[in-house]
């Protein structure tokens, strides 16, 4: 098993990354064929599993849920998660973070508070101003 802390602090240990608002939690984890590991989460954080490689059976306390390669999976309020790795060994990311409290509004890869704001972003997109062209366009003599 291999652990890599990206983000936050479980016991003495912190990360690269720490602080913030939303006192962001990363860990790659890299789980052997059938090996178990559970991961701590922060209280009052939201977090999801994304499983990257191979596949893996998560358990956050009420009931186990198989999670496939290339999917995520939302957990629920809890401190902790138990992850155990399929029949090829798995590679998975557990991200969690404070809420911001704020809505969402989702349009493709557009990610915004207000669906106005997503119309806006689309236009902007269109017009070529989302930085690309402006930032060359204003660095030519």
């Known amino acids: 098993m291999r652990v890599r802390l ?4 479980p016991g003495a240990t912190r990360g690269p990354v720490a602080g913030g608002s939303t006192d962001p939690y990363d860990l790659d984890l890299e789980l052997a064929a059938g ?12 977090a999801f599993v994304y499983a990257f490689e191979g596949d893996a059976a998560v ?4 009931g186990v849920a198989a999670l496939a390669r290339h999917a995520a999976g939302v957990l629920g309020a809890g401190d902790a998660v138990a992850l155990r790795a399929g029949g ?10 404070r809420p911001i409290g704020e ?39």
């Open 88 to 97: 090829e060994g798995a590679r998975v990311r557990v991200l969690a973070a």
């Open 103 to 141: 809505p969402v509004v989702q349009y493709g890869p557009f990610v915004m508070n207000t669906r106005e704001e997503i119309e806006q972003a689309i236009a902007d997109y269109r017009a070529g101003r989302l930085g690309g062209s402006q930032a060359r366009d204003a660095a030519a003599p």
């Open 6 to 9: 990206i983000a936050g602090r």
């Open 59 to 62: 358990d956050e306390g009420r």
């Open 35 to 46: 090996a178990s590991f559970a991961v701590p989460l922060p209280a009052g954080h939201n």
